[in-house]
């Protein structure tokens, strides 16, 4: 069974940092493509990140580029979101997301490329 666990949610002021780190098991995903997406309150959920398989592809929302990083160790089958400058539109729940095949790099920050999902990690950011 395919399970993806986030972690590293929480409440922190505007300007702050935090960590997001997803876990995955039941299966390697050293070679397929992950990402993070999030939801906010009343919003639909939306991209925020993606790395391709052998991490030299990233790619990033505009609200969240030059703030924050994608990164991966697929020898420990873990996707990390490293989050600076946080700000209050941030807020959200964070998902971790991975597809069950190799997808193009141009579809990462397509929401319906990807197939497994975690159970979303709350960032509280407030000012």
């Known amino acids: 069974q395919v399970q993806l666990v986030e972690s590293g949610g929480g409440l922190v002021q505007a300007g702050d940092s935090l960590r997001l780190s997803c876990a995955a098991s039941?299966?390697?995903?050293?070679?397929?493509?992950m990402g993070w997406f999030r939801q906010a309150p009343g919003k639909e959920r939306e991209f925020v990140a993606a790395?391709?398989?052998?991490?030299?592809?990233?790619d990033y929302a505009d609200s969240v580029k030059g703030r924050f990083t994608i990164s991966r160790d697929n020898a420990k089958n873990t996707v990390d979101l490293q989050m600076n400058s946080l700000k209050r539109e941030d807020t959200a729940v964070y998902y971790c997301?991975?597809?069950?095949?190799?997808?193009?790099?141009?579809?990462?920050?397509?929401?319906?490329?990807?197939?497994?999902w975690g159970q979303g990690t709350q960032v509280t950011v407030s000012s």
């Open positions: 039941g299966r390697s995903f050293s070679r397929s493509a």
């Open positions: 790395i391709s398989w052998s991490a030299d592809s990233t």
């Open positions: 997301a991975a597809p069950k095949r190799m997808i193009p790099r141009w579809t990462m920050k397509n929401q319906f490329a990807y197939d497994y």
